[in-house]
């Protein structure tokens, strides 16, 4: 079966250290792959989408940048952090994008 | 590009209450539609999907939503909720956006809490 793992589940950073969560999908080949960021009381905001190796998207102009070095790993990342960059990130999943996305337990980053 | 509304930020029920989470969006072309939960402390699970199918969908845990094109509406119904049932619930729209291709959009969600 299927299953996504994100690390770290926790993460405190100071303002102006670098980023990295990673990503990694089992069980499917080519899988479409997403961060999203997800504010209390405001949805998911799309940040990055993957359709394939060294193929990124992103949706929403940032401090943040994404990257799919293998099939199923997909990495968000930051070169320098802001305070603003705190959030919860989630990673998800498809097969295709008419399909239902599957999502990993998430990222709590906190910046100090 | 198409938005999505949840009508309540925070709904509150007693145990064996009736349910009613509404959702509407806006856009007029194909989409597929879908219901996700998340319980506390717990990942996004996906609880229903509609898919061009009966637009009574039945999904998990005794849930279910109704496709109404003409409202543009994906409501998601339970006859009786449980305690267990607390939690926030997302409403997604999938729209076709061209060349093969869906775009993904979210509700902002509603807090369930279900009092015993």
């Known amino acids: 079966s299927q299953t996504i793992h994100q690390w770290p589940a926790t993460l405190v950073q100071p303002v102006g250290s670098p980023l990295s969560l990673e990503c990694t999908v089992e069980g499917t080949s080519n899988p479409n792959l997403y961060w999203y960021r997800q504010a209390a009381g405001r949805g998911l905001q799309l940040l990055f989408y993957s359709v394939g190796i060294g193929q990124i998207s992103s949706e929403v102009p940032q401090n943040l940048s994404a990257s799919r070095p293998q099939d199923r790993q997909f990495i968000l990342s930051s070169k320098k952090l802001l305070l603003s960059d705190s959030g919860f990130y989630l990673c998800?999943?498809?097969?295709?994008?008419?399909?239902?996305?599957?999502f990993g337990d998430g990222t709590r980053l906190s910046i100090l | 590009a198409q938005s999505v509304s949840q009508h309540n930020h925070h709904v509150i029920l007693s145990e064996a209450a009736s349910l009613e989470l509404g959702c509407n969006y806006s856009y007029g072309g194909t989409v597929n539609l879908f219901w996700y939960v998340q319980y506390p402390g717990q990942h996004l699970q996906l609880l229903l999907k509609y898919f061009s199918e009966d637009p009574l969908v039945k999904g998990i845990k005794g849930f279910e939503a109704e496709f109404i094109k003409s409202k543009f509406s994906f409501n998601l119904r339970k006859p009786s909720v449980q305690w267990s049932d607390t939690a926030e619930y997302f409403c997604?729209?999938?729209?076709?956006?061209?060349?093969?291709?869906?775009?993904?959009?979210f509700g902002k969600g509603t807090k369930l809490s279900v009092i015993p």
């Open positions: 997604a729209v999938n729209a076709y956006s061209g060349a093969g291709s869906y775009q993904l959009t």
């Open positions: 998800a999943w498809n097969t295709g994008s008419n399909q239902p996305q599957h």
